[in-house]
């Protein structure tokens, strides 16, 4: 009865799945002969199955992250279809900034994802995340579909095999259950990671299917698909590099005919630079990147020699996520991953094995070996977001092998369906019990990693109270759990003694984000916050006016910073008058104009003082002193006269 229900087993090829290059129109892989579907529906139902089974509790989550300013927040999208021209137009990030921000040595230029959420807004009414949710997931089991059908017509099932124990099948379906796809799948923003390659697959595949059919139209639709792909994320770029590699390798095409086969990859790359650049105004813009701020530039202060150690030491921990995807974290900011130089043991063992890796890659390539090809695919789509040619603003991310994942799903399919069967004297694809039980073994731990994960993502709250167990030495999960514990439970909640809980516990992580890096002006900001939700506690207004002083002189022109302290200033208007205005003056005339020698800046501060309880004659002396100086003799005469008259 079961054997009824399987897709029909595929035949012995009647060559090896390198083909000789033939002038006729018949299939090159096994993937392209007709009746696919017909073969295969069983398998790919299972393979979406896993997508909703795994993810479906995140469907019903809200907007986290990014998604603020990818989405919900951002002007473009919320137009809804009248905003796509100016998402394809400018910066990603320009819908929520409102002007150009440089942050990064290449810019966000990655507006397909975003006009797939202008559509979402346009049909299904803003604020909807369980859309932009929903989407993600079919996306992601649509994702495991096409690697599965492409890998079925690279890796043909052998004579007596089954598809269920088979090469493609098993990379598919740890593909599917690999915890470190998480982030992509249950972030909304992540969907930029998905379409990129569904782009570069879809590429791959019409690339393969020109061969096949001789049918041209088939290199436009490759074309068209890597366009896509890289109008999601700019690292479907190297499925230029991946998509000849793979022709070169599983088939007999002659070197000419695959050149040309890669012409229209190639147009499609140089289109795409060029539009990214009319967006953006720029290719790279290091020049304008803050070069002091590790939060954007992770690698500031360090040596040459540090920096690719450092690099070194992420491209191993990569490796050892792949293995063994835990813990998990957001966080991969300073210094959760610690600055390393070549003394320490664990840039060495990065450094040789991927030189080592790339080297025995190239070597074996030759002998069309399965382990070499998954090596340098999973080498190319990784080099993008290395950090070694272009600085991607953080030391590492689980999103960025979401994509080069595939190479290992390839390595570890080979070692299951090939490798282990010929090592026990099994047949090829074979049902053998040793592996089905391995392989049931760690499918089930994947799968319970990845159902133990999801629940992180539910809010911003639950999401960095993971981070900051795993990331202890990042100042950011610090700072964004202070902020989340700020903003989800203190302005909630009217308990004195829980806002006393939550206050010291906000103090603390404050207080460890700026050990971990004194200068980041977002924990500045909550170091403000937190200070005046403790001065709202014990009325200590010293305590408070020294850290808000503190601050002043760490962020001085940061904007939201300057707003909240001018709310808290107006907040205070019926506080202690003499330390108010003495507050008041050392931050407009002391520090302002004294020290910045900024007169717009020292007035506002001062003006806050003019409507207390009397005149203060210091401030009134030195609004005039200030008028005086730039200019304004009307007004520096009549608070000279203000202030003789307090004499």
Known sequence: MAEKS???????????????????????????????????????????????????????????????MTYWKNEFVQKGLSGIRQIFSADSFMGYFKEQKFLLEGGRYRPLSLATFAMEVEFFGPNKPVV?????????????????????????????????????????????????HVECVANIKGRDEILALLGGLGALYATLKYFDTKGWWWLVVSAVSLLLGMFAKENALTFVAVIPLTVWFFTKVSLNRTLMATLPLLAAALFFIWARYEALGYLLNTSKISATDIMNNPFFGMTGQEKIATIFLTLGWYIKLLFVPHPLTIDYYPYHVPKVGWSDWRALAGLALHVGMGLWALWNIRKRSIPAYAILFYLLTLSIVSNLFVSVGTFMNERFLYMPSIGFCILAGWFFARKLPEWLKEKPDSAYPLGMIIF??????????????????????????????????????????????????YVKTKNREEKEKLVTEMEYHVKRSLEINPNFGAALIMKFNVAAARFDLDKQLDKFFHVAEDVLEKIPYNATFRKNLAAYLKYLDGSNADKYMAFCYRAGYEFFWKKKNDPTAALFFLEFALNRQYEDIRTLESIAEISEATGNAAQAAEFRARANAQK
């Open 6 to 68: 399987k897709p029909k087993q595929a035949q012995k090829p009647k060559q090896s799945p390198v083909q000789k290059e033939k002038t006729s129109t018949e299939p090159l892989t096994e993937t392209f002969r007709p009746g696919f579907w017909s073969a295969h529906w069983i398998p790919s139902i299972i393979l979406v199955a896993m997508a909703f089974a795994l993810y479906f509790i995140g469907i019903k989550y809200g907007y986290v992250l990014d998604d603020e």
């Open 132 to 180: 932009g949710h929903f989407f993600n997931v079919l996306l992601y089991g649509l994702t495991g579909v096409l690697l599965y059908r492409i890998l079925l017509g690279l890796f043909p099932i052998r004579e007596g095999g089954r598809w269920y124990f088979s090469l493609p099948f098993i990379a598919s379906t740890l593909y599917m259950l690999h915890p470190l």
């Open 440 to 489: 049931a073994c760690i499918a089930g731990l994947l799968a319970y990693r990845v159902v133990t994960r999801i629940p992180d993502w539910q809010s911003t709250l639950t999401l960095n109270g993971s981070a900051v167990q795993v990331s202890e030495g990042s100042a950011r999960s610090h700072c964004f759990y202070a902020t989340g514990l700020y903003e989800e439970k």
